[in-house]
Every structure is written in structure tokens, then in C-alpha cells.
């Protein structure tokens, strides 16, 4: 049998060798998930590829994912389903296409009790490229040799979320789609806990439907979104990550897509604007897109009721489908807690405008 991930150790440069012998002797769980940090590695653009959603595969019944033993729990009428009684690494690939869908419609699926983070690297990849090419991060913190991996980790030493935003906000609530300026975006995402606080002491994530969103709309609000389009830019983030001495791996790009984006497998259309990458509306000057987007982002962050905030423990899979929600963290728990965790991103089609 092979060894555990918690038992592997993540080979190091000489520059990182001391800080990773020092965070295991504190006692993350899963030394290999360490995030690593090369400033000389390279990765080439980004090209346009081939995509099947593999949802459009799947039988509507889902037969292979909600078995009799699988028992679910909505958590909103518009985002959020918890699942127990199925594993996701021993799903078919008929199990995984009905598990496209099922993301799809129900935006978030909250798996408890999985085995997923003690696979292995390549078998967890292996999982995750059945939904798309995996995209490889520019600026995170990855697992050395497997740039798939995006790495999130906070520790009393450690705290990239605050360094990224800054001392100077009220809140830290940022509100995103991940790496939204990609030309092609991700799709069906996953996230494994390695570590994290205690049930109600925070560390939490809050996701939205953005289809709910744009439903919430007047008709003819929804008429003057529809064609419009908007850039997402990847620019800021390259450029903090210079200035703290972070890796740049892949020249920042910035890509326009549609305000309204329609989900290939379900048909729903969705915002597709946030704050954490959008920066401005194509063909509109700046006090008019400044206008627009403030609009927009207002409405989303304060819709508490088509939000969740979904919580975690070690062996909680997250499976979310980035084309139709944001999220933020929430930077509530104690400093002297660690919490790390894992994203791997397929990445799926080109937007379709709405």
C-alpha cells in the first residue's frame, strides 16, 4: 500500500529547507502540502483548448452520485447541498459526470468524511483533471513538483490573506471567482481541508449563486447587462506577489468576459462579476463603469439570502462550480491557528454571453 501523504515529506531547496523544518516541528498534519514558492519558476501562456463540460455526459437521475446510501441536506433553497454516505475517490466516471451536474445545480456541495486527502498528489489530480485541465496558479504558494496544487495556509507565522489586503480595511471579506482573467475559466473546483480551527471558532467560507443574483433583477436590468462585457485583470495580483517577493510564474493577462455568462450544461445565466478580478466595463468611461460595477457588487455581497457560509473540519471535500458563484474567506479565526487547505482548478470553456 502506498504511504500516506501525511507521512511523505516535501523536498526543498536550501532556501525553504529551514522554514519547512521549522513548520513540522509545529505540526502541520500534511508536511507535503507545505507551500512552495520558486521565483524562478516559469510557466508559458495560457492556450485556448477543446472542452466538454462533463456534465452534458451525465444521467439527470445521478444513479452513480446519490446512491441509497447517500444522504443530502440543502443548506439554501439557492446554493449549497451537504452530502454524506458516498466517497468521491471511489466514484465511477459515470459518478463523476453526474457529479458535474449536480455541482451545477446546486452551485456547492459540501462532502463530509472523505478519504480525498490522503490519495496522494497524483491520484487527487488525476480526480480533478476528469473536469478540465487543471489550472496551474501564477502567484500561490503550490506543493513542490505539483504545480496543480493551490495551496492555502495560515499560521501564527503566516498570514498571506492580511499581507495580500492589507491592515487597513474594517473588514477582510473579498469577494471573488477564482482567477476569473483567464481566458478560460475555471468550472467545477475542488477544495480538501488539511487543517482547521475548531467548529465554531471560524476559518469558514461564504459562497453566493450568482444565478440567483442575476434573478433578482429587474427584466430590464437584466436587458441593459446582457452583451455587455467586462475585464478581468490578473495585474494586481502579479504585481503584489512581486512586491513581496513572491513568484511571478506566468505574465499577469487581462481578458474580457460577458457581464451575463450562460452555463453550458444547465442553461442558467449568471453575473460574472467580481470584486476580487473585475475592473471595468468595455465601451463605458470610468465614472460610468465605476457606477455600474459599485451597483453590482453591493448587490451581491449584501444579499444575504441567496449566501451560505459553508464550514469545514479535516476531511471535508468543497466542490463548487466557479462559473456560477464568488466567495470569500472569512480571516476570523485566532492567529495562532493554523489552517491549510488545498484547491485544485479545472478549467472549462470560454464564457458564453448571456
Known amino acids: 500500500m502506498a504511504p500516506s501523504v501525511a507521512d511523505l515529506q516535501t523536498p526543498s531547496t536550501k532556501d525553504t529547507i529551514s522554514s519547512l523544518k521549522q513548520e513540522v516541528k509545529k505540526g502541520p498534519s500534511y508536511p507535503f502540502y507545505y507551500p512552495y514558492f520558486d521565483v524562478n519558476e516559469k510557466f508559458p501562456p495560457t492556450e485556448i483548448f477543446e472542452f466538454t463540460d462533463p456534465g452534458t455526459r451525465a444521467d439527470p ?7 441509497p446510501n447517500t444522504t443530502t441536506h440543502d443548506i439554501s433553497p439557492y ?35 472523505q478519504d480525498f486527502k490522503d490519495l496522494g498528489p497524483d491520484r487527487q489530480i488525476e480526480i480533478a483533471r476528469h473536469f478540465g485541465p487543471i489550472q496551474k496558479h501564477p502567484t500561490s504558494g503550490n506543493a513542490k513538483g505539483y504545480p496543480e496544487f493551490h495551496v492555502v495556509y495560515r499560521d501564527a507565522d503566516h498570514d498571506p490573506f492580511r499581507e495580500y489586503l492589507g491592515d487597513d480595511r474594517a473588514n477582510r471579506t473579498q469577494w471573488h471567482s477564482d482567477v476569473s482573467y483567464e481566458k478560460q475559466t475555471p468550472g467545477t473546483t475542488f477544495f480538501f481541508i488539511l487543517d482547521q480551527p ?35 485583470s490578473a495585474v494586481e495580483q502579479a504585481e503584489n506577489s512581486r512586491k513581496r517577493g513572491g513568484p511571478v510564474r506566468r505574465e499577469p493577462v487581462e481578458t474580457e468576459h460577458p457581464v451575463v455568462r450562460v452555463h453550458p450544461v444547465t442553461g442558467e445565466k449568471a453575473l460574472y462579476v467580481n470584486p476580487g478580478f473585475t475592473r471595468r466595463i468595455v465601451g463605458f468611461k470610468k465614472e460610468e463603469s465605476e457606477y455600474l460595477l459599485k451597483f453590482l457588487y453591493d448587490h451581491i455581497t449584501k444579499g444575504a439570502d441567496f449566501q451560505i457560509r459553508a464550514t469545514y473540519k479535516p476531511g471535508t471535500v468543497v466542490v463548487w462550480d466557479n462559473r456560477l458563484t464568488v466567495h470569500s474567506a472569512t480571516g476570523d479565526f485566532d492567529k495562532s491557528v493554523r489552517r491549510h487547505a488545498v484547491r485544485l482548478t479545472p478549467q472549462a470553456e470560454v464564457p458564453i454571453a448571456g
Open 198 to 232: 475548531d467548529s465554531g471558532t471560524g476559518g469558514d467560507t461564504l459562497f453566493l449563486s450568482q444565478v440567483e443574483a442575476y434573478k433578482r433583477l429587474s427584466p430590464e436590468f437584466q436587458k441593459r447587462l446582457e452583451g455587455l462585457r467586462a475585464v478581468h
Open 61 to 67: 437521475a445521478k444513479p452513480h452520485l446519490l446512491t
Open 79 to 113: 446554493i449549497g447541498t451537504e452530502i454524506t454516505g458516498v466517497q468521491i475517490s471511489q466514484l465511477s466516471p459515470e459518478g463523476l459526470d453526474e457529479l458535474a451536474l449536480y455541482t451545477a445545480q446546486r452551485k456547492l456541495l459540501v462532502f463530509r468524511d
